[in-house]
C-alpha cells in the first residue's frame, strides 16, 4: 500500500524555521491529497496544512502566512516549510495522504483510508 516517512522536527526558538519532509514510498499511482496534521496531548489531531493534486492548499488560520505547503507529484513527496514559529506551534507533526491509488499485483486499487506518518516532534522555546 502506501508508507509516509517524515523527517526534519527538532527543536528551535521562537522566531526561528524549520522545515519538514514526507516522502511517500509503496507502488503508488497517484495521491490525491497530502499534508500535515499536528497533535499535542489531551486534543484530538488537527489539520495544519494541506495541498491536492491539482495544488489548491487549505491552511489553519493559526499558520497562515509563516507556513507553506509544498508537494513535488512525481516524487511522491510533501514538505513544510515554518517560519515564525511560535511556542503554540509545539507539537507532534504527521504527515497524511488520502485518496490513494496503488498497484497490488496488476491490479490498480484505490484506498478508501487516510494514511498516516509515525510522527515528528516539534518544539518551539519561548
Known amino acids: 500500500q502506501v508508507q509516509l516517512v517524515e523527517s526534519g522536527g527538532g527543536l528551535v526558538q521562537t522566531g526561528g524555521s524549520l522545515r519538514l519532509s514526507c516522502a511517500a514510498s509503496g507502488r503508488i499511482h497517484s495521491i490525491l491529497d497530502m499534508g500535515w496534521y499536528r497533535q499535542t496531548p489531551g486534543k484530538q489531531r488537527e489539520l495544519v496544512a494541506t495541498?491536492?493534486?491539482?495544488?489548491?492548499?487549505n491552511y489553519a488560520d493559526s499558520v497562515k502566512g509563516r507556513f507553506t505547503i509544498s508537494r513535488d507529484n512525481s516524487k511522491n513527496t510533501v514538505a513544510l516549510q515554518m517560519n515564525n514559529l511560535k511556542p503554540e506551534d509545539t507539537a507532534v507533526y504527521y504527515c497524511?495522504?488520502?485518496?490513494?491509488?496503488?498497484?497490488?499485483?496488476?491490479?490498480?486499487?484505490?484506498?478508501?483510508?487516510?494514511?498516516w506518518g509515525q510522527g515528528t516532534q516539534v518544539t518551539v522555546s519561548a
Open positions: 495541498m491536492n493534486d491539482e495544488d489548491k492548499t
Open positions: 497524511h495522504a488520502a485518496r490513494a491509488s496503488f498497484f497490488n499485483g496488476d491490479q490498480l486499487l484505490s484506498s478508501i483510508t487516510p494514511y
